[in-house]
């Protein structure tokens, strides 16, 4: 059973549409997460939400909206897509008590092309 | 904020042997976490080894192990008698143990160093 799931896997869109990725985490963790990989392999965070409650938002378009249902999803929403949008976007969760608790667990990424 | 740095973009190393990945940290933090992550071609990101900087004992799983010097701010990784399946991107990362704010939660990740074990 996979732990942190994302669909789709791959992605591949024309400039100006809007489209939408999706995260479901089977761990009971209260907090999910959405991190950008650029070409370069650099991953940074983009928003993170804690019992469906928005607590990071960094400096990201807002284009880009997340959307969680409840704590066991956190959807990532991209309204007129770019050219530099293209990149692996990951989704993560974790429990955010202190202790052994705070891993993140990360999904397998989304691999976004936008031509 | 908190930067980390991973001066090492590329390594290799030959099978069964050991080799190091640097990693420096900036913080004014007394309490955090450190992290290895390793991203092998499949994209998918592993939780390798985890250290809290309270404790003094480096911390180890199997062939993996850390040297985290607090005062130099420094967290380097060693895996030992390397295996194929080791060859990947690491990435080492920090994460704050202050409770309270949400960005306390988030990773803040080096550049990565893109390990190649050679048979």
């Known amino acids: 059973d996979t732990a942190v799931s994302q669909t789709p896997k791959y992605l591949v869109t024309q400039m100006g549409n809007d489209k939408s990725i999706k995260c479901e985490q089977n761990l009971g963790h209260d907090t999910m997460y959405w991190y950008k990989q650029d070409s370069k392999k650099f991953l940074k965070i983009m928003f993170s939400y804690n019992n469906k409650e928005l607590i990071i938002n960094e400096t990201v378009p807002n284009r880009f909206s997340p959307k969680s249902p409840d704590k066991a999803h956190l959807n990532l929403h991209i309204n007129s897509l770019e050219l530099g949008d293209s990149a692996v976007y990951f989704c993560?969760?974790?429990?955010?008590?202190?202790?052994?608790?705070?891993?993140?667990?990360f999904g397998a990424g989304t691999r976004l092309s936008v031509l | 904020a908190q930067t980390v740095t991973q001066s090492q973009p590329e390594m290799s190393v030959q099978e069964a042997e050991t080799v190091t990945l640097s990693c420096t940290y900036d913080t004014s933090e007394s309490d955090y976490y450190l992290f290895w992550y390793k991203q092998p071609p499949s994209r998918q990101m592993i939780l390798v080894i985890r250290q809290e900087a309270y404790k003094q004992q480096n911390a180890t799983e199997n062939r993996f192990s850390v040297n985290f010097q607090k005062a130099a701010k420094s967290f380097s990784l060693k895996i030992s008698d390397s295996q194929l399946g080791d060859a990947a991107m690491y990435f080492c990362?920090?994460?704050?143990?202050?409770?309270?704010?949400?960005?306390?939660?988030?990773?803040?990740f080096g550049k990565g160093t893109l390990l190649t074990v050679n048979p």
């Open positions: 993560a969760s974790s429990q955010t008590l202190a202790g052994d608790k705070n891993i993140q667990y």
């Open positions: 990362a920090y994460r704050s143990a202050v409770m309270g704010g949400g960005s306390n939660y988030k990773l803040t």
